[in-house]
């Protein structure tokens, strides 16, 4: 084999491998090792829980990061390996999240260690008892708080809004809300604070991400029969007064109550 041939099949290869390099994932270590953590309760499952990871930095939105939850005798180890670049275009930037199922756990404490590209920056724990579970770690190191705590749902509680389009028919919201209440347990005193989906402030009223009208009304009850509370829905609809509402429960379900509509658009899950 001649020098040029030898050399022409170096400059071939090259060409190949560098071809095929830009077709896998591109590994991103320069990443802000901070990040904020959530613990949430499954909605399908009083007794699971999850963690919710989220970037404090902005990335592409179809970049993502690679973590995952380990349970070695009931030793938990949160653990983040890298953030990984997509070989597709970008259409926007957005702060990266990841849910991280800690499934079963029981009453009392579970050790916690967080440990960001095969290091263990902080130790924590968490605690649950039956009103509250509670994420604690020793230093903010990695982690936006030390500290985050949620209040549990009720098993048979149910949350959400009503709205109505004009303030001339208020009082129809007035009026579900006696509706419903004598068909649901009301909780007395409810903890204040988060319940991760929604809050409670001092003053009883219950707070939720996204209101998306000025009309309306906020709730937190129990039933076992969200069957009943639709029914009261399904009537108001009929009314002709332009009103909404959306239910979660405590079994995931969401029921979406559009004016003038039957039946209600239903989600099996809360999206996360």
């Not at 400059?11 to 390099?21: E, G, H, R, T, Y």
């Not at 990871?53 to 690679?66: G, K, M």
């Not at 009931?74 to 990984?84: A, P, S, V």
């Not at 988060?194 to 409670?200: A, E």
């Amino acid at each position: 084999m001649n020098k040029i041939n030898f050399l022409f099949i170096i400059l071939v290869s090259i060409f190949l491998a560098s071809c095929q390099k830009d077709n896998e994932p591109v590994i991103i270590y320069d990443i802000n090792d901070e990040f904020n953590i959530e613990i949430f309760q499954e909605l399908n499952n009083s007794n699971s829980f999850f963690l919710k990871l989220t970037t404090l930095d902005e990335y592409p939105d179809n970049y993502r990061i690679e973590a995952d939850v380990t349970n070695n005798n009931d030793k938990l180890e949160l653990n983040i390996y890298r953030i990984l670049k997509s070989n597709t275009a970008s259409t926007k930037n957005v702060t990266l999240s990841k849910k991280l199922a800690l499934n079963t756990l029981s009453l009392g404490t579970h050790s916690l260690d967080l440990i960001i590209r095969n290091s263990v920056v902080n130790e924590g724990a968490i605690s649950i008892t039956p009103a509250t579970v509670e994420l604690d770690f020793s230093t903010k190191q990695g982690i936006t708080a030390k500290h985050y705590e949620v209040n549990r749902i009720d098993p048979t509680g149910y949350w959400g809004v009503a709205y109505i389009e004009s303030t001339n028919h208020i009082i129809y919201l007035d009026h579900f809300m006696q509706k419903i209440k004598a068909v649901s347990t009301e909780f007395v005193n409810p903890k204040v604070g988060n319940y991760g989906y929604f809050s409670i402030d001092d003053q009883n009223k219950i707070n939720l991400p996204l209101i998306p009208h000025d009309n309306y009304k906020t709730f937190y009850l129990g039933t076992t029969d969200i069957n009943a509370v639709n029914s009261y829905l399904q009537d108001y609809k009929s009314y002709g007064v332009g009103f909404h509402a959306t239910i979660y429960t405590a079994q995931g379900q969401v029921f979406h109550h559009t004016a003038n509509s039957s039946p209600p658009t239903i989600l099996q899950s809360i999206k996360h």
